[in-house]
């Protein structure tokens, strides 16, 4: 009998932990079908192309022709064959996914600014004509590494320490080298990630700042 009082008070903490837990669930669940979404989307493309031989590898970005310039949106989800496409699938679903998890709409519109600010980067500054998913993925790791720096919360500046001890050497491919790959893309892409970091951030409550004379 001496127990019963402290009943009461515990079952609304389960509830808690367990709701907790729930949210977390559907949000990592909702992460995965969203990114694997985007990759099956990208592997049908890329079928589609090799059976009309290249056809659809029009829809890359070719820099300084207006008429070109919505394909910046499609780009990224096209791919000059196969290999070009399995080389990006995993870090693109593990960069996705982990970006993802840190809010979904937030992750849309992230995305949307990689897009916009790696495309144009790629449009005015390349040569040749670019596609592929490297922009959203540089994409990707510049946000993630943002939110370690701009939400300075401990579990975006772990996942940032984490994804630069894995991915760190990404950033080499921000450099000319190999002619045959568009620095361009991962720069801008890399650019526009952090961008989306930086506009998205939690900004304080000016409401609950108090003014100390």
Same mark, same amino acid.
């Given at each position: ?6 009943? *009461? ?60 310039? *919505? ?143």
């Amino acid at each position: 009998m001496s127990y019963a009082p402290d009943q *009461p008070a515990r079952r609304p903490a389960r509830r808690k932990r367990s709701s907790g837990l729930a949210e977390h669930g559907a949000r990592a669940l909702g992460s995965a079908v969203l990114v694997l979404s985007l990759t099956a989307v990208m592997w049908v493309l890329e079928t589609v192309d090799y059976v009309a031989n290249g056809w659809l590898d029009r829809f890359g970005i070719d820099p300084w022709n207006v008429n070109d310039l *919505p394909d910046i949106f499609t780009a990224p989800f096209m791919h000059a064959g196969f290999g070009h496409l399995i080389a990006n699938t995993v870090p693109f679903l593990v960069l996705g996914f982990i970006a993802a998890t840190r809010g979904i709409a937030k992750f849309l519109v992230a995305s949307l600014i990689v897009i916009v600010v790696g495309g144009l980067g790629v449009w005015f500054t390349s040569s040749a004509n670019t596609l592929g998913s490297s922009i959203l993925i540089f994409g990707f790791f510049g946000y993630l590494l943002g939110r370690g720096v701009f939400e300075r919360r401990l579990v975006d500046v772990a996942i940032a320490v984490g994804v630069v001890a894995v991915y760190g050497t990404m950033l080499l491919g921000v450099l000319p080298s190999d002619p045959a790959i568009s620095w361009q893309g991962h720069l801008f892409g890399l650019i526009g990630g952090v961008t989306g970091a930086w506009a998205l951030r939690r900004r304080p409550d000016k409401a609950s700042v108090t003014d100390v004379p």
